[in-house]
Every structure is written in structure tokens, then in C-alpha cells.
């Protein structure tokens, strides 16, 4: 078992920045992936991160504009989200699994309760 906690949420205006974190604890895992959660839509993948060599893959719809990295011990995950923009409103959940290269949210075996963003016009 993973256990995730998400924290960093909050209202900011577009074009600000926030930074997310979710702590990890429990069972060694392979992927660490942040996702995104808009009411009416499918989950969204926006970045991956393979625990062996911190290599991440990124969603083109957060490509340049989001950073996700990791502590030395790989104990907690950041996502640094620059330039935001109204769509990227939503609750983002950071998740895990044991396979590298899955991107769809069922792929993914443990996930924290959620932080929620909104970006204001």
C-alpha cells in the first residue's frame, strides 16, 4: 500500500503560479503521475514520473508551463504550475503505479484525496 497526501490547493488568478506537494509513505512504487479532475470530464494525466531516475513525460496541454519534480528521497513530488490558465481549474490528485509508460487513470493503484486549484479570469 501507498498512502498520498495532497496539499498546495487554492485560488489564484490567471497567469499566477502554484506549487503542489504530495508526500508518499508506505510501499516502494515505479510511477508517481499527477492528474487532473474537472466535474463532467475524464481525469486527466498531465505528468509522470519514473522513481528510478526522476525522468518525467508530460501532457502537451501543461508542456512548458508545468514542472513536477521530487525531493532527494523521494518522499514527496512537487508540482510547480506556471502560467495558469481558467481550464486548468480542477481537483489534482497525484497517484502510483508499479509500470512505466501508463497514462490512464485505471492503470493506477493508489491515489491521495485530491487538492483543489481554481484559476480566476
Request: proline share 2%; glycine share 12%.
Amino acid at each position: 500500500q501507498v498512502q498520498l497526501g495532497e496539499s498546495g490547493g487554492g485560488l489564484v488568478q490567471a497567469g499566477g503560479s502554484l506549487r503542489l506537494s504530495c508526500a508518499a509513505s508506505g510501499s516502494v512504487y515505479h510511477v508517481i503521475a499527477w492528474f487532473r479532475q474537472v466535474p463532467g470530464k475524464e481525469r486527466e494525466g498531465l505528468s509522470y514520473m519514473r522513481s528510478t531516475d526522476g525522468s518525467v513525460v508530460y501532457a502537451d496541454s501543461v508542456k512548458g508551463r508545468f514542472t513536477m519534480s521530487r525531493d532527494h528521497a523521494m518522499n514527496t513530488v512537487y508540482l510547480q504550475m506556471n502560467n495558469l490558465k481558467p481550464e486548468d481549474t480542477g481537483l489534482y490528485y497525484c497517484a502510483t503505479t508499479q509500470f512505466w509508460g501508463m497514462t490512464a487513470p485505471e492503470e493506477y493503484d493508489f491515489w491521495g484525496q485530491g487538492t483543489q486549484v481554481t484559476v480566476s479570469s
